[in-house]
T-cell receptor, first 116, second 111 residues
Framework: DAGVTQSPTHLIKTRGQQVTLRCSPK?????VSWYQQALGQGPQFIFQ???????QRGNFPDRFSGHQFPNYSSELNVNALWLGDSALYLC???????????????FGPGTRLTVT | AQTVTQSQPEMSVQEAETVTLSCTYD???????LFWYKQPPSRQMILVIR??????QNATENRFSVNFQKAAKSFSLKISDSQLGDAAMYFC????????FGKGTRLHILP
């Protein structure tokens, strides 16, 4: 049973560039959430996708956008990169719907983004 | 507003001993969930234990148990018989309309 996978593992970009990160959810899961984890901090919620729509969003600017495909995989796009966007970006999958089940998230290994 | 506070940035425990990690939270929601996640040095986050706020009974998963004090908004994690593989960052998280993580506690296991 494949868990959550993310690509690429590492990425180096220059300020002002755009980046796309990819995530495939755990088999059977239909909901994908994205988090930004700065060094030494806990993950911060960016947004969640369910049924190909953004269902919830954290306090992140519009430079952060996403997409979910019919096979439930997801992309995170960040435009006009800042130095402060350097972080580990985590993807988590879960089952949609209400209750604890939707919050039992399985995390991927993350993508380490460095902006220079 | 939802907040999660972990007041212990780092802790150490002797192998085979018991350790308790603290977490306090705040929320105006009446229905919410609490979690402890573990992030080993390999960085993949793993769910350790969860607690539904409406349940009075404390959750237990093998060597891991919680002390959930709803009135005090406290949710501590107890690890019994600590093992070397328990060394990791531990994050407390609260889920109401969104999931909020604390800043984490780094746990060292001393052989």
């Amino acid at each position: 049973d494949a868990g959550v996978t993310q690509s690429p593992t590492h990425l180096i970009k220059t300020r002002g560039q755009q980046v796309t990160l990819r995530c495939s959810p755990k088999s059977g899961h239909d909901t994908v959430s994205w988090y930004q984890q700065a060094l030494g901090q806990g993950p911060q919620f960016i947004f969640q996708y369910y049924e190909e729509e953004e269902r919830q969003r954290g306090n992140f600017p519009d430079r952060f956008s996403g997409h979910q495909f019919p096979n439930y995989s997801s992309e995170l796009n960040v435009n006009a990169l800042w130095l402060g966007d350097s972080a580990l970006y985590l993807c988590a999958s879960s089952l949609g719907g209400a209750g604890a089940r939707s919050y039992e998230q399985y995390f991927g290994p993350g993508t380490r983004l460095t902006v220079t | 507003a939802q907040t999660v506070t972990q007041s212990q940035p780092e802790m150490s425990v002797q192998e085979a001993e018991t350790v308790t990690l603290s977490c306090t939270y705040d929320t105006s929601e009446s229905d919410y969930y609490l979690f402890w996640y573990k992030q080993p040095p390999s960085r993949q986050m793993i769910l350790v234990i969860r607690q539904e706020a409406y349940k009075q009974q404390n959750a237990t998963e093998n060597r891991f148990s919680v002390n959930f004090q709803k009135a005090a908004k406290s949710f501590s994690l107890k690890i019994s018989d600590s093992q070397l593989g328990d060394a990791a960052m531990y994050f407390c998280a609260q889920a109401a309309d969104k999931i909020i993580f604390g800043k984490g506690t780094r746990l060292h296991i001393l052989p």
